[in-house]
């Protein structure tokens, strides 16, 4: 076991010690082995990872579905709690048109969020390929060597390389270290925080 961390310690420094913009940690870049959320409560989130919860992962498209059943309900809501003194004439458009303003997109992922579910800014197409890819990265590490190397970003560092510099850089704050699981082929992937500890860029 010793071996292991000071083998996952040394990989992390020569990580370190490259200061190109190849690298992630000073310079992130979305590729086919990231997956972008929806924006959500990190403070929340990290809570509920540390204490032992595990949480759904879902695309877009699953994601639009959800919050327009979610505005309806909202809807439904207000229109229930109208007083007899209210116009009837008015139109269910103008209804929800009040619900967007007031049900926002943050209320639902907040309550998605208590409810264990969580949401990728990717099609669904692109939500399988990326994930399958990741899922096979994650095994294939612990099968061999037994390292995890698939981890959650909380954060970034955005920075310019120097004044002049119109290109805006983003570096990840910090790390947790993910297992990730999934079902059958017909359930979406889960995950959940592995038995490490985060690491702090």
């Known amino acids: 076991m010793q071996n292991h961390q000071n083998s996952r310690l ?3 420094k020569n990580n370190l010690l490259d200061l190109s913009f190849r ?3 000073l310079n992130f870049r979305e590729t086919q082995k990231t997956v972008p959320l929806k924006p959500l409560d990190l403070a929340a989130f990290e809570d ?4 032992g919860s595990s949480f759904t992962l879902y695309s877009r498209q699953k994601f639009e579905k959800s919050f327009q059943k979610f505005i309806s309900q909202q809807a439904q809501v207000q229109n229930f709690e109208k007083t007899e003194m209210e116009e009837q004439s008015q139109t269910v458009a103008s209804e929800q048109a009040v619900v967007s303003e007031e049900a926002t997109e943050k209320d639902f992922l907040n309550r998605e969020l208590a409810r264990q579910r969580i949401y990728l800014d990717l099609s669904r197409g692109e939500y ?3 994930m399958k890819k ?3 990265l994650y095994r294939s590490g ?9 981890y959650l970003t909380l954060g970034y560092l955005h920075w310019f390389e120097s004044p002049s510099s ?4 983003k570096a990840p704050l910090i790390l947790l270290p993910i297992r990730i ?4 082929l017909s359930k979406p992937y889960q995950i959940e925080l592995e038995d490490e500890e985060p690491l702090i860029n």
Request: proline share 0%; aromatic share 4%; no cysteine.
């Open 142 to 150: 612990m099968e061999e060597n037994g390292s995890n190397t698939i």
């Open 23 to 25: 690298n992630n940690l």
């Open 10 to 12: 040394k990989k992390w």
């Open 128 to 130: 399988d390929k990326r």
């Open 181 to 184: 699981q999934r079902g059958s």
């Open 166 to 169: 119109d290109k805006e850089r």
């Open 134 to 136: 990741i899922l096979h």
């Open 48 to 51: 509920s990872l540390a204490s």
